[in-house]
């Protein structure tokens, strides 16, 4: 079972900029695709942007398109989000998943 550690969450001003990290276990980390994923308190978790093995091909919600960016060093096993024009309505706990693994979360907060 691969283990999942997010860091790089915090509280930040609209209009902000954040970089969410993934670090993840395990020597195959270059064979999976890797996903963020968030969830806002009284809601459901949403998908949020998804990446494939290589990198070559990414996937983002509509609500982040154009805003967040997704990317992975497969050689230290991380996957990143990159967040630019943070909103209000992006505060959430955002996840890395892998398949059936997620990591325990990083608080978001965007707020003046």
């Known amino acids: 079972q691969v283990q999942l550690v997010e860091s790089g969450g915090g509280l930040v001003q609209p209009g902000g900029s954040l970089r969410l990290s993934c670090a993840a276990s395990?020597?195959?980390?270059?064979?999976?695709?890797m996903a963020w994923f968030r969830q806002a308190p009284g809601k459901e978790r949403e998908f949020v942007a998804a990446?494939?093995?290589?990198?070559?091909?990414?996937k983002y919600a509509d609500s982040v398109l154009g805003r967040f960016t997704i990317s992975r060093d497969n050689a230290k096993t991380t996957v990143y989000l990159q967040m630019n024009s943070l909103k209000p309505e992006d505060t959430a706990v955002y996840y890395c998943?892998?398949?059936?693994?997620w990591g325990q979360g990083t608080q978001v907060t965007v707020s003046s």
């Open positions: 990446i494939n093995w290589s990198g070559s091909s990414t």
């Open positions: 998943n892998k398949g059936e693994s």
């Open positions: 395990g020597r195959t980390f270059s064979n999976y695709a």
